[in-house]
């Protein structure tokens, strides 16, 4: 099964149901669902969301119950101690950016889906966009 790590706007587009991404953000969960990837996403990500659900007035039922659905269909990645240094010794200019994707890299995904290619362009995993991914 295809390890496919998703960066933090991803999870955003499902959690947020931001227009128009949301739709391929949920074809990409209902994929983990069914068991065609295994979903990757950073524990940052959930850190982000959790944070911006907060700012949007979303109640705490509402935050941990969207949490716990998308928690259920992905593998959690871990930014550790190495994730961090591996990070502050790269060429990565938004440091978040790299936390992900050594954390990506920690976990072993076969690439990244993101709708913001550019910000991994160091990357030695291959980065599709959403629409790419699911054209494959």
Not at 64 to 72: G, P, V
Request: proline letters at 2%.
């Amino acid at each position: 099964m295809k390890r496919v790590f998703i960066d933090t706007n991803i999870l955003l587009d499902l959690l947020l149901e931001r227009q128009p991404w949301v739709h391929q953000a949920s074809v990409l969960f209902s994929m983990a669902d069914r068991k065609e990837l295994d979903l990757l996403c950073c524990s940052l990500s959930f850190s982000t969301a959790v944070y911006l659900m907060h700012r949007l007035k979303y109640s705490r039922k509402e935050i941990i119950t969207k949490l716990t659905i998308a928690k259920s269909l992905c593998t959690v990645t871990t930014v550790d101690s190495s994730v961090i240094d591996r990070v502050l010794q790269s060429d990565f200019s938004d440091l978040e950016d790299g936390m992900q994707y050594y954390s990506a890299l920690a976990a072993n995904a076969e690439m990244i889906v993101t709708r913001n290619e550019k910000d991994y362009a160091l990357s030695n995993i291959p980065v599709l966009s959403p629409t790419e991914f699911l054209n494959e």
